[in-house]
Antibody, heavy 121, light 107 residues
Framework: EVQLVESGGGLVQPGRSLRLSCTAS????????MGWVRQAPGKGLEWVGF??????????DYAASVKGRFSISRDDSKSIAYLQMSSLRAEDTAVYYC????????????WGQGTLVTVSS | DIQMTQSPSSVSASVGDRVTITCRAT??????LAWYQQKPGKAPKLLID???ILQSGVPSRFSGSGSGTHFTLTISSLQPEDFATYYC?????????FGQGTKLEIK
Protein backbone atom coordinates (compact mmCIF):
# COMPACT_ATOMS: atom_id res chain seq x y z
CA GLU A 1 0.00 0.00 0.00
CA VAL A 2 1.37 3.39 -1.00
CA GLN A 3 1.71 5.75 1.94
CA LEU A 4 3.00 9.30 2.11
CA VAL A 5 3.40 10.87 5.54
CA GLU A 6 4.27 14.53 5.93
CA SER A 7 5.90 16.04 8.98
CA GLY A 8 7.48 19.29 10.05
CA GLY A 9 4.57 21.68 9.87
CA GLY A 10 3.70 24.19 12.55
CA LEU A 11 3.67 27.84 13.48
CA VAL A 12 6.55 29.94 12.18
CA GLN A 13 7.23 33.67 12.17
CA PRO A 14 7.35 35.65 8.94
CA GLY A 15 10.79 35.65 7.38
CA ARG A 16 11.83 32.41 9.05
CA SER A 17 12.48 28.99 7.53
CA LEU A 18 10.88 25.58 7.87
CA ARG A 19 11.56 22.17 6.35
CA LEU A 20 8.83 19.67 5.62
CA SER A 21 9.52 15.99 5.18
CA CYS A 22 7.54 13.38 3.29
CA THR A 23 8.28 9.78 4.19
CA ALA A 24 7.13 7.32 1.55
CA SER A 25 6.47 3.61 1.67
CA UNK A 26 4.81 0.90 -0.37
CA UNK A 27 6.54 1.63 -3.67
CA UNK A 28 10.00 2.04 -5.20
CA UNK A 29 10.52 5.66 -4.22
CA UNK A 30 13.44 6.27 -6.53
CA UNK A 31 11.37 5.50 -9.62
CA UNK A 32 8.92 8.35 -9.14
CA UNK A 33 8.80 12.11 -9.32
CA MET A 34 7.50 13.68 -6.12
CA GLY A 35 5.61 16.93 -5.75
CA TRP A 36 4.15 19.34 -3.25
CA VAL A 37 0.72 20.94 -3.50
CA ARG A 38 -0.68 23.41 -0.99
CA GLN A 39 -4.11 24.62 0.00
CA ALA A 40 -4.65 27.86 1.88
CA PRO A 41 -7.50 27.80 4.41
CA GLY A 42 -10.82 27.66 2.59
CA LYS A 43 -9.14 27.96 -0.81
CA GLY A 44 -8.32 25.74 -3.77
CA LEU A 45 -5.26 23.71 -4.68
CA GLU A 46 -1.97 25.28 -5.73
CA TRP A 47 0.94 23.36 -7.22
CA VAL A 48 4.14 24.28 -5.36
CA GLY A 49 6.78 22.29 -7.18
CA PHE A 50 8.23 18.90 -7.93
CA UNK A 51 11.40 16.89 -8.29
CA UNK A 52 11.95 14.23 -10.92
CA UNK A 53 13.51 10.88 -10.26
CA UNK A 54 17.26 10.51 -10.58
CA UNK A 55 16.61 8.85 -13.94
CA UNK A 56 15.55 12.30 -15.14
CA UNK A 57 18.33 14.05 -13.29
CA UNK A 58 16.47 14.96 -10.14
CA UNK A 59 15.35 18.15 -11.86
CA UNK A 60 13.10 20.57 -10.01
CA ASP A 61 10.55 23.18 -10.96
CA TYR A 62 8.54 25.58 -8.85
CA ALA A 63 5.54 27.84 -8.91
CA ALA A 64 6.42 31.48 -9.45
CA SER A 65 5.01 32.33 -6.04
CA VAL A 66 7.69 30.26 -4.28
CA LYS A 67 10.59 30.23 -6.75
CA GLY A 68 13.79 31.39 -5.08
CA ARG A 69 12.37 30.81 -1.60
CA PHE A 70 11.41 27.12 -1.62
CA SER A 71 13.48 24.14 -2.70
CA ILE A 72 12.66 20.47 -3.05
CA SER A 73 15.13 17.66 -2.56
CA ARG A 74 15.02 13.92 -2.11
CA ASP A 75 16.91 11.16 -0.33
CA ASP A 76 16.16 7.96 -2.20
CA SER A 77 18.08 5.86 0.34
CA LYS A 78 15.56 6.91 3.00
CA SER A 79 12.50 7.30 0.72
CA ILE A 80 12.03 10.89 1.87
CA ALA A 81 11.22 14.04 -0.06
CA TYR A 82 11.83 17.44 1.47
CA LEU A 83 10.39 20.90 1.01
CA GLN A 84 12.71 23.56 2.35
CA MET A 85 10.86 26.83 2.81
CA SER A 86 12.61 30.11 3.55
CA SER A 87 11.62 33.78 3.79
CA LEU A 88 8.15 32.63 4.73
CA ARG A 89 5.23 35.00 4.31
CA ALA A 90 1.73 35.09 5.73
CA GLU A 91 0.41 34.04 2.33
CA ASP A 92 2.36 30.78 2.57
CA THR A 93 -0.03 29.67 5.32
CA ALA A 94 -1.61 26.48 4.03
CA VAL A 95 -1.91 22.75 4.33
CA TYR A 96 0.99 21.28 2.39
CA TYR A 97 0.42 17.95 0.68
CA CYS A 98 3.17 15.63 -0.47
CA UNK A 99 2.23 13.89 -3.69
CA UNK A 100 3.54 11.16 -5.92
CA UNK A 101 3.37 11.81 -9.63
CA UNK A 102 2.41 9.12 -12.09
CA UNK A 103 5.30 7.73 -14.12
CA UNK A 104 4.30 10.13 -16.88
CA UNK A 105 5.25 12.92 -14.41
CA UNK A 106 1.88 14.56 -15.02
CA UNK A 107 -0.85 13.86 -12.50
CA UNK A 108 -0.75 13.26 -8.75
CA UNK A 109 -1.83 9.69 -8.05
CA UNK A 110 -1.16 9.51 -4.32
CA TRP A 111 -1.36 12.19 -1.64
CA GLY A 112 -0.27 12.44 1.95
CA GLN A 113 -2.65 13.57 4.67
CA GLY A 114 -1.15 17.06 4.65
CA THR A 115 0.65 19.17 7.22
CA LEU A 116 -0.43 22.67 8.25
CA VAL A 117 2.05 25.51 8.06
CA THR A 118 0.97 28.75 9.73
CA VAL A 119 3.07 31.85 9.16
CA SER A 120 2.27 34.44 11.78
CA SER A 121 3.96 36.62 14.33
CA ASP B 1 0.58 30.09 -17.54
CA ILE B 2 -2.42 27.98 -18.51
CA GLN B 3 -5.53 28.99 -16.59
CA MET B 4 -8.17 26.40 -15.79
CA THR B 5 -11.75 27.53 -15.25
CA GLN B 6 -14.40 25.25 -13.85
CA SER B 7 -18.12 25.71 -14.04
CA PRO B 8 -20.25 25.81 -12.13
CA SER B 9 -18.43 26.85 -8.94
CA SER B 10 -21.10 25.05 -6.96
CA VAL B 11 -24.04 22.84 -7.75
CA SER B 12 -26.85 21.35 -5.70
CA ALA B 13 -28.16 17.96 -6.72
CA SER B 14 -30.01 14.97 -5.37
CA VAL B 15 -29.04 11.33 -4.99
CA GLY B 16 -29.58 9.64 -8.33
CA ASP B 17 -29.11 12.81 -10.40
CA ARG B 18 -26.71 13.07 -13.32
CA VAL B 19 -24.20 15.89 -12.88
CA THR B 20 -21.70 17.36 -15.30
CA ILE B 21 -18.83 19.66 -14.37
CA THR B 22 -16.93 21.58 -17.03
CA CYS B 23 -13.29 22.60 -17.13
CA ARG B 24 -11.88 24.95 -19.73
CA ALA B 25 -8.21 25.68 -20.40
CA THR B 26 -6.87 28.90 -21.85
CA UNK B 27 -4.90 26.89 -24.41
CA UNK B 28 -4.68 23.33 -25.64
CA UNK B 29 -3.34 20.86 -23.10
CA UNK B 30 -2.86 17.73 -25.22
CA UNK B 31 -5.26 15.71 -23.05
CA UNK B 32 -3.11 16.08 -19.94
CA LEU B 33 -6.19 16.66 -17.83
CA ALA B 34 -7.06 15.05 -14.52
CA TRP B 35 -9.96 15.22 -12.07
CA TYR B 36 -9.66 15.03 -8.29
CA GLN B 37 -12.25 14.65 -5.55
CA GLN B 38 -11.73 16.25 -2.16
CA LYS B 39 -13.87 15.73 0.90
CA PRO B 40 -13.72 18.13 3.88
CA GLY B 41 -10.57 17.72 5.94
CA LYS B 42 -9.15 15.12 3.59
CA ALA B 43 -6.51 15.03 0.88
CA PRO B 44 -7.61 15.11 -2.73
CA LYS B 45 -8.03 11.82 -4.51
CA LEU B 46 -7.23 11.23 -8.18
CA LEU B 47 -10.35 10.02 -9.99
CA ILE B 48 -9.49 10.34 -13.67
CA ASP B 49 -6.30 11.11 -15.56
CA UNK B 50 -5.50 11.85 -19.19
CA UNK B 51 -9.07 13.04 -19.75
CA UNK B 52 -10.87 9.73 -19.39
CA ILE B 53 -8.77 7.05 -17.66
CA LEU B 54 -10.58 5.96 -14.52
CA GLN B 55 -8.28 5.15 -11.63
CA SER B 56 -8.41 1.74 -10.02
CA GLY B 57 -11.23 1.50 -7.50
CA VAL B 58 -13.14 4.53 -8.79
CA PRO B 59 -16.79 3.68 -9.51
CA SER B 60 -17.82 3.50 -13.16
CA ARG B 61 -20.50 6.18 -12.62
CA PHE B 62 -17.62 8.66 -12.96
CA SER B 63 -16.49 9.45 -16.48
CA GLY B 64 -14.40 12.08 -18.20
CA SER B 65 -14.39 13.39 -21.73
CA GLY B 66 -13.25 16.28 -23.86
CA SER B 67 -10.37 17.48 -25.95
CA GLY B 68 -8.47 20.61 -26.82
CA THR B 69 -9.51 23.14 -24.22
CA HIS B 70 -12.92 21.83 -23.12
CA PHE B 71 -13.33 18.92 -20.72
CA THR B 72 -16.10 17.45 -18.62
CA LEU B 73 -16.52 15.22 -15.59
CA THR B 74 -19.83 13.41 -15.43
CA ILE B 75 -21.30 11.50 -12.52
CA SER B 76 -24.09 9.40 -13.97
CA SER B 77 -26.09 8.69 -10.81
CA LEU B 78 -25.06 10.58 -7.69
CA GLN B 79 -24.46 8.62 -4.55
CA PRO B 80 -24.30 10.09 -1.03
CA GLU B 81 -20.51 9.64 -0.91
CA ASP B 82 -20.04 11.76 -4.06
CA PHE B 83 -20.86 15.04 -2.36
CA ALA B 84 -17.47 16.75 -2.31
CA THR B 85 -15.40 19.36 -4.12
CA TYR B 86 -13.98 18.46 -7.53
CA TYR B 87 -10.89 19.95 -9.15
CA CYS B 88 -9.48 19.66 -12.66
CA UNK B 89 -5.74 19.93 -13.25
CA UNK B 90 -3.64 20.38 -16.38
CA UNK B 91 -0.21 18.83 -16.76
CA UNK B 92 0.65 19.96 -20.28
CA UNK B 93 3.11 22.59 -19.14
CA UNK B 94 4.60 24.10 -16.02
CA UNK B 95 3.34 25.49 -13.81
CA UNK B 96 0.79 22.74 -13.40
CA UNK B 97 -2.49 24.45 -12.59
CA PHE B 98 -5.80 23.51 -11.03
CA GLY B 99 -9.28 24.78 -11.59
CA GLN B 100 -10.83 26.73 -8.74
CA GLY B 101 -13.01 23.81 -7.73
CA THR B 102 -16.67 22.83 -7.98
CA LYS B 103 -18.51 22.13 -4.76
CA LEU B 104 -21.18 19.48 -5.18
CA GLU B 105 -23.81 19.80 -2.47
CA ILE B 106 -26.89 17.85 -1.51
CA LYS B 107 -30.18 19.44 -2.56
Amino acid sequence: EVQLVESGGGLVQPGRSLRLSCTASGFTFGDYAMGWVRQAPGKGLEWVGFITSKTYGGATDYAASVKGRFSISRDDSKSIAYLQMSSLRAEDTAVYYCTRLKLTRTHFDFWGQGTLVTVSS
Amino acid sequence: DIQMTQSPSSVSASVGDRVTITCRATQGINNWLAWYQQKPGKAPKLLIDTVSILQSGVPSRFSGSGSGTHFTLTISSLQPEDFATYYCQQANSFPYTFGQGTKLEIK
